[in-house]
């Protein structure tokens, strides 16, 4: 179901700097907002991305990018003042999840949602580079970055054999 009244509205996110929030109760299975931006060539968003993580190691910050996967060939840059998609925030128990339907990504609710209830979503990231994307959702099941859901326990495991491993080694 699309419905032609707003039902979000974009305020502080205890998550990541700004967030999307439910303006009223929404049920499962609602699209919600249409993710928009600027449609891409994988070249000229992996260049994007590039760029990107390189300037946030050498300020030694965290930005974000907007990139998202459309399809094999494309990616849409959503870093476009008309996609409030954008600021809907990564979390490891989201509220909703993504479709790509004719060409077009949509936000849609994966179970109720209350009024005030901010949206979230899984950003689906793999393991590479994991460590600049660190993760604030705060729920249960957070391993502290934002990795898709079925290598959570791979990055787990990863992480553990690390502590270890800097443990023993001051033990030396």
């Not at 996110?13 to 919600?32: M, N, P, V, Y």
């Not at 077009?104 to 609710?109: C, E, F, N």
């Amino acid at each position: 179901m699309v419905s032609s009244q707003k039902l979000y509205i974009r305020k502080n996110s205890k998550i990541h700097a700004s967030g999307l929030f439910a303006k009223a109760d929404i049920s499962a299975g609602t699209r919600i907002i249409e993710y928009r931006g600027l449609k891409i060539t994988k070249a000229q968003s992996d260049k994007i991305a590039d760029v990107h993580i390189e300037a946030n190691k050498r300020a030694k910050t965290v930005g974000s990018v907007y990139i998202f996967t459309l399809n094999q060939k494309y990616d849409i840059n959503g870093k476009v003042t008309w996609n409030l998609a954008k600021y809907i925030n990564h979390s490891c128990n989201p509220n909703c999840e993504t479709d790509i339907i004719k060409g077009r990504i949509w936000i849609s609710a994966i179970k109720d949602i209350k009024k005030g209830e901010e949206l979230s979503y899984d950003y689906g990231y793999d393991m590479f580079c994991f460590e600049d994307h660190p993760c604030r959702c705060g729920s249960q099941n957070c391993i502290g970055y934002i990795v898709r859901s079925n290598l959570r326990w791979r990055l787990k495991k990863k992480l553990i054999e690390n502590k270890k491993s800097r443990f023993n080694k001051n033990f030396i």
